[in-house]
């Protein structure tokens, strides 16, 4: 065996013996490894809108960032996961400062075979949690594949607002009535996200990428709004008048009062005479009839019923 005092003569300072296999003296190593690195600063993103850029591996995202920026920010490659990581990139349009993510493509959980991909999906999701819109991608030439609908619901469940970016536009042979045709295609797909605007766009050429900057304000806007009581329970008010709650076992619903609690998502609390009486047809006529009255695009809205005290 090799005497320890032999690595002294390398100069390179005081060895450090540890076991891999026992793990011991691992806990010393790391305090030595990162007693000399300065601290990091978190950056500060008030009044930013921050949007991140979500879909399966190859799909366009990195391409999608590069077009935005206008820059080559992002590796772009046809092997799938080329991107390992989110990449913050702050920049200005018109005057308003805005923060993109690129995140890695999001695997089904049974393709995961290296632990740098179960990273790369803690990342992507971290990369969500982080954003107050998500811009998922489709990829145009393949079309819609099972695992989307995995990839956007990681965006509803957070309660994002979310744009439907269809991409490689410019590889899709189409017609006057294509358009129309994946529009269906993608409702009839993705019934939890109707309220999603969705665009039409090539990362590749660039063609109709300056539209998603405005609609990414209006997404921004409609997840941040907030709605006068007063205003909010006269629409209330009238939607019961319009189409009043069916009764239930000899008892009605009766809604006495709103409230909106809280923005990012929308998020609404209506007391009412008793909770179970809230059916979930009825709460999503209330919540349409928001939607109709207030717009609320590209963001979920989030109806709690309480019994009125």
């Not at 032999?6 to 003296?25: A, N, W």
């Not at 978190?42 to 979500?54: K, R």
């Not at 059916?279 to 590209?298: C, Q, T, V």
Request: glycine share 6%.
């Amino acid at each position: 065996l090799m005497n320890i005092y032999e690595f002294y003569e390398l100069g390179l300072g005081d060895p450090m013996p540890v076991s891999g296999t026992h793990r011991l003296g691992l806990g010393d190593l790391l305090d030595e490894v990162v007693k000399d690195m300065p601290e990091k600063e978190i950056p500060a993103y008030e009044g930013i809108t921050s949007f991140c850029v979500i879909g399966r591996p190859n799909v366009g995202k990195s391409s999608l960032v590069n077009s935005i920026l206008k820059e080559e920010r992002s590796i772009v490659s046809n092997i799938e996961g080329t991107t390992r990581d989110a990449v913050d990139t702050a920049f200005k349009f018109d005057g308003r400062e805005y923060r993109i993510i690129d995140t890695a493509g999001i695997r089904k959980r049974g393709k995961i075979y290296e632990n740098i991909e179960k990273y790369s999906i803690l990342r992507a999701q971290s990369a969500i949690e982080r954003s107050n819109v998500a811009l998922f991608l489709i990829d145009g030439e393949l079309g819609i594949r099972e695992q989307d609908k995995h990839v956007a619901g990681l965006a509803h469940e957070a309660g994002k607002g979310v744009i439907i970016v269809y991409n490689k536009w410019d590889a899709v042979e189409k017609d006057e009535k294509t358009m129309n045709r994946i529009t269906k295609e993608i409702r009839e797909q993705f019934k939890y996200l109707d309220y999603a605007p969705i665009a039409f766009v090539s990362a590749k050429t660039g063609a109709k990428v300056h539209n998603l900057i405005p609609l990414i304000d209006q997404v921004h806007d409609a997840c941040s709004m907030r709605i006068p009581t007063n205003v909010l329970n006269d629409v209330v008010l009238d939607a019961q008048m319009m189409n009043p709650p069916k009764p239930h076992n000899g008892r009605q619903l009766k809604i006495y009062y709103s409230s909106q609690v809280s923005v990012e998502p929308p998020t609404f609390v209506l007391f009412v005479n008793d909770p179970e009486l809230f059916h979930f047809s009825y709460k999503r006529y209330i919540e349409n009839k928001l939607r109709e009255a207030f717009g609320f695009i590209g963001t979920p809205i989030h109806i709690i019923a309480r019994k009125k005290s």
